[in-house]
């Protein structure tokens, strides 16, 4: 999977949890403060990403999983190292 | 006092979601019986070996999206689809007010005169498996993944069921009352939120609930019903019941071994699961809005045993002063009912003392059948779905066969073939582990 097709999916499940449009999911959005998520929003958004990418995310990793950038290079590395 | 009626019903089943599915099933007694997945015979050898398995649900056809199906139990997906399917079946009118949380408005409905009632056996069993299972088998799992001698076992069939995750929603998704809290929050419902917790006959104790409250007056609007899923990926929700020898075995043909009421009945059809709601309204409630009413309630009642926590009082003692109170409630004698949708498990004590009852009480003058010869045992939704049942032979004047059921226990009227039938009163009763009795009774709609 290329960092394109890692970008789409991270913000289809965006959209999913958060409810909001794509148009204003940025690479520089910030998950709480611009696309206001809730603390039970995060819980469910790091599930989901498991579940699309099928990998799971450790609480170390996820605490540095502010931005949508942030997601997007973190499952882009595992997915190289992988 | 308030007359109740029912105006909308929404069945999850084995052999149908939705009610002309499932109804069209019924008529034609279909049943969906297969054999225990392998990976349960992995575990444990058992002596039943056969089950209703549910089909493939896709929950985002009912209004359920993607972040409820990761926060929600599947009992809870199951009364919420079924929820949705009553709702249409009523032609409630629903608008989408919050889309992040997926609550919705029902037009012509007062949140604060709407109440839910659902009954479930044993609520989020199969979210509190699957969560055990990863805290104790993940520690395990990564010992072993880490030692190449090990490989085989890290390979087994119990490693690969280990849920990835330990649910961080657990908590709300295993209590009993999840499920009734979210249809209360989906439908944004403020009266009353009740879950009753009966086992057997909780889908019908709920039901008779929501009805003393809309009699009462309490409230105007009720979603009544009952949920339960069963499946784990080990088998052991199955294994508890067939160690307590309640199961159907020792049979020649998959297609012939359920068989409530028959002679060679041996235990009852374990069903994956299954949920059915019911629209109850106040008839005035129902008629302002111009509701098409299926059936009407007439009256509710429960006993108790006081016997045995596993086991029916075999005398039918506390299920004779059951029927006795409930007719008596609406002043109806025995010989004015035509038609009653027994708890019918299939299992020995339970069909012959049933069936004692309705040949002392009734003779052979009423119809009898058992839903559970088509479904298998749904637990905490077998009394809802045999309510939808009773109302829908009273609406259409017919019902369903009693499967397999060649060589009756007792000379009662076991229904063996659809034909017209004028139903005008008809009860459907549970019996439940613990010792609860639970009968509801419902007449034809007159204005």
Redesign the interface.
């Known amino acids: 999977m290329n960092k394109d097709e890692i970008k789409s999916k991270v913000n289809t499940v965006i959209q ?4 909001v449009k794509s148009e204003v999911i940025k690479p520089e959005s910030r998950l709480k403060e611009d696309l206001g998520a809730e603390s039970l929003d995060m ?2 958004l790091l ?2 990403l ?2 699309t990418f099928k990998n ?1 995310i450790s609480d170390e990793d996820a605490a540095e999983l502010t931005t949508v950038e942030s997601i997007v290079s973190y499952i882009s590395h595992r997915a190289e190292a992988n | 006092m308030n007359r109740v009626v029912i105006t909308g019903v929404g069945p999850v089943t084995s052999i149908g979601c939705g009610v002309d599915s499932f109804w069209s099933a019924a008529l034609q007694g279909k049943s969906n019986i297969q054999p225990i997945p392998d990976s349960w015979k992995s575990f444990h050898n058992f002596t039943s070996n056969i089950y209703s398995p549910l089909p493939v649900i896709d929950y985002t056809n009912f209004t359920i999206s993607k972040v409820d199906q990761m926060q929600l139990d599947s009992s809870t997906l199951l009364a919420l689809a079924a929820t949705d399917l009553a709702l249409q079946n009523a032609q409630i009118e629903r608008t989408l007010e919050n889309e992040k949380k997926n609550i919705w408005h029902l037009q012509n409905v007062d949140s604060y005169r709407s109440g839910v009632f659902i009954g479930t056996g044993i609520g989020g069993i199969s979210t509190l498996i699957n969560t055990q299972a990863n805290h104790t088998l993940t520690p395990l799992k990564i010992r072993l993944g880490k030692n190449d001698l090990t490989k085989s076992e890290s390979d087994s069939v119990v490693f690969q069921k280990v849920p990835g995750r330990f649910n961080p929603f657990s908590v709300a998704m295993i209590m009993p009352n999840a499920t009734s809290s979210a249809i209360g929050i989906k439908y944004n419902l403020k009266g009353v939120n009740s879950t009753s917790c009966y086992a057997c006959a909780a889908g019908t104790i709920a039901i008779g609930t929501a009805f003393q409250q809309i009699k009462n007056g309490v409230i105007d609007f009720a979603i009544a019903g009952g949920t339960e899923y069963l499946g784990d990926p080990f088998g052991g929700v199955f294994r508890a019941f067939d160690l307590a020898k309640t199961l159907v075995s020792n049979f020649e043909c998959i297609e012939t071994a359920n068989r409530p009421f028959d002679k060679k009945r041996s235990g009852f059809l374990f069903s994956e699961g299954g949920a059915a709601v019911l629209v109850l309204e106040s008839l005035e409630h129902a008629l302002s809005r111009g509701a098409t009413i299926i059936a009407e309630i007439s009256a509710f009642h429960e006993t108790f045993d006081a016997y045995n926590c596993m086991s029916l009082d075999p005398s039918g003692s506390e299920i004779v002063r059951l029927h006795t109170e409930l007719l008596k409630s609406t002043a109806i004698n025995p010989h004015e009912i035509q038609y009653i949708n027994a708890h019918g498990t299939g299992t020995i004590l339970n069909d012959e003392t049933e069936s004692s009852v309705i040949e002392k009480l009734y003779g052979k003058r009423v119809y009898v059948n058992s839903t559970k010869s088509l479904i298998g045992h749904t637990l905490g939704a077998s009394g809802a779905i045999e309510a939808m049942v009773t109302a829908l032979s009273i609406k259409h004047k017919t019902t369903h066969i009693s499967k397999n059921c060649s060589d009756p226990v007792r000379n009662i009227a076991i229904v063996d073939k659809v034909e017209s039938i004028d139903i005008q009163h008809a009860i459907s009763q549970s019996f439940a582990f613990g010792g609860h009795n639970a009968a509801l009774l419902f007449k034809e709609y007159l204005d």
């Open positions: 999913d949890v958060l409810r819980v469910t599930m989901a498991e579940d799971s």
